[in-house]
């Protein structure tokens, strides 16, 4: 079972910033938060993780909100490459990766 | 490039043969998995290897057969398969089976049964 929501699909201008959000309300004390994305019929890519705090790297910024019900992956300049199946999991550091149905972004210029 | 390969990236069958995908990793992960991506459906995990152990089967029909003979290294062998069980197959690996390891994707097998 997937444990967290996510809109099916979403639409970002070029150069906007790439807010995708998830629920994930029943989340437990020692699970993180995981961002991966799918580019079309290629293999998953992992873009970010959490626990608490908020994260940022090269690719995206990881906002939780502070009871950790939710969170946001934020693209700030969105690419038409940016473009793909973007999945937020939950788990704790010894699980498998689960996906679930993720939201489809489609960034058009 | 995320240093996973796959091979062969398509590969077609009939419900007769016998086949196998390979993939390695010179990552120096420690675990390694198997993963089905039907057309429409989300990424089914199928099997997972820590330390070339086999520590889960989700389930998965006997037709379907892996096969870790070190830690850089897995094949998943295939017989008799059925034309359901068309999709991508897809490996992935990560250094650790815990500690919040990120893991790492190859570019898939696009299987098809005819």
């Known amino acids: 079972d997937a444990k967290t929501t996510q809109p099916p699909s979403m639409d970002c201008a070029e150069g906007r910033a790439a807010n995708l959000p998830c629920n994930h309300s029943?989340?437990?004390?020692?699970?993180?938060v995981y961002w991966y994305r799918q580019i079309h019929s290629q293999g998953p890519q992992y873009i970010i993780h959490g626990l608490k705090n908020n994260e940022t790297n090269e690719m995206a910024s990881l906002i939780i909100t502070e009871d950790r019900k939710s969170s946001t992956l934020i693209l700030p300049h969105a690419t038409l490459r940016d473009t793909a199946v973007y999945y937020c999991i939950v788990r704790v550091s010894t699980d498998k990766l689960i996906f679930g149905t993720g939201t489809r972004l489609q960034v058009f210029p | 490039e995320t240093g996973v390969t796959q091979t062969p990236r398509h590969l077609v069958m009939g419900m007769t043969n016998k086949k196998s995908l390979k993939c390695e990793q010179h990552l120096g992960h420690n675990a390694m998995y198997w993963y089905k991506q039907s057309a429409k459906k989300p990424l089914e995990l199928m099997f997972v290897y820590n330390f070339k152990e086999q520590t889960e089967n989700n389930s998965v029909p006997s037709r379907f057969s892996p096969e870790c003979p070190n830690s850089s290294h897995l094949f998943l062998h295939l017989h008799t398969l059925q034309p359901e069980d068309s999709a991508l197959y897809l490996c992935?690996?990560?250094?650790?089976?815990?500690?919040?390891?990120?893991?790492?994707f190859g570019q898939g097998t696009r299987l098809t049964v005819v």
């Open positions: 992935a690996s990560s250094l650790n089976p815990g500690q919040g390891s990120e893991a790492f």
């Open positions: 029943t989340i437990s004390g020692n699970e993180y």
